[in-house]
Structure formats: structure tokens, C-alpha cells
């Protein structure tokens, strides 16, 4: 299940804030297996990131599934029709993480440095 928040998670404290985002709980069972962020301010491309902190089978069935599709109706909804998806950190030793992307149906994921500084 997907959740709206109103304030920015955590772990997405490198993002600016603003009207360009929407952060999300994703939650199982009723607990939170993770965080989502949409950044749809260069459509119409819409930044997907994501903060997956748990990891079961239960989950990444519910990720893959109901969720995905669920994330990509909010994304069409915001007039945006091409997802970049982003992961903080590297995923050498996140075969879940990896695995999930190419069964969403994205290509092999490449890793990329990203600094922000506030001018």
C-alpha cells in the first residue's frame, strides 16, 4: 500500500523541498517496508526514488504488483509519461533491489554521482 506524507522522510534528505515532490510510505501489513519520492518537475519525465529498508518475499510480490501499478497511475496523473528511477548508494550488494527494477520492467539499472549545493 502507498501512503501520502506530508513531510519530507529522512532518508530523502538531500532533495529540496517544494511544490516539484510527492513522498509516499509504502507500507505491508501495516508497516512501513520503505519511502517513496516523486520529482515531476521536469515533464515530461517524473524522478522515482526509492528507499526499500525491508526486505520478504510477501513484499517484493506487493512492490512488483499492486504497488508499481498504483505508482504509475499517480504518475500519469501528474501528466508525466517517463519514469528515471533513482537509487541513493550503490547496489552492488542489493540483488533484491536490482532484481525488483528489472521486474518492473526497467533496463539494466547504471549508477551515477549526484551532488546538490545550495547557492
Not at 48 to 77: C, M, Q, V
Amino acid at each position: 500500500m502507498i501512503r501520502p506524507v506530508a513531510q519530507k522522510p529522512g532518508c530523502f534528505g538531500e532533495l529540496p523541498g517544494g511544490d516539484g515532490f510527492k513522498f509516499y510510505e509504502l507500507l505491508y501489513n501495516g508497516e512501513v517496508y520503505g519511502y517513496g519520492a516523486l520529482d515531476f518537475r521536469f515533464k515530461p519525465y517524473c524522478l522515482l526514488h526509492l528507499e526499500i529498508s525491508k526486505w520478504t518475499p510477501s513484499i517484493y510480490k506487493e512492490i512488483k504488483g499492486r504497488d508499481w501499478n498504483f505508482a504509475k497511475n499517480i504518475i500519469r496523473a501528474l501528466d508525466c509519461y517517463m519514469v528515471v528511477l533513482t537509487k541513493k548508494g550503490n547496489l552492488q550488494n542489493q540483488a533484491s533491489y536490482t532484481k525488483l527494477i528489472k521486474t518492473c520492467g526497467f533496463p539494466e539499472p547504471v549508477e551515477f554521482t549526484q551532488s546538490t549545493q545550495e547557492i
